[in-house]
């Protein structure tokens, strides 16, 4: 018998992340939404991971368009 190794990457759908958002709400919603629509079964080592920007977002750490023109003048 000889294993399979690989990885698979899925972008999932997600409401728009606002500051003060329950990310932890958010994510498992969407995973559980996804895994019910694809038919996916989560197995033993699976990894749901999100991107560093929605974490800023919902932490309202983020820099807007006039922020980053003001730095570049």
């Not at 919603?29 to 919902?58: F, Q």
């Amino acid at each position: 018998m000889s294993r399979m190794y690989g990885t698979v990457s899925m972008g999932l759908r997600a409401p728009i992340i606002r500051q003060g958002d329950d990310l932890a709400k958010i994510v498992t919603g969407s995973v559980l939404d996804a895994m019910k629509e694809e038919g996916l079964v989560p197995r033993d080592r699976d990894v749901v991971c999100m991107t560093e920007a929605i974490v800023a977002r919902a932490q309202g750490n983020y820099a807007s368009v006039d922020n980053i023109a003001t730095d570049v003048r």
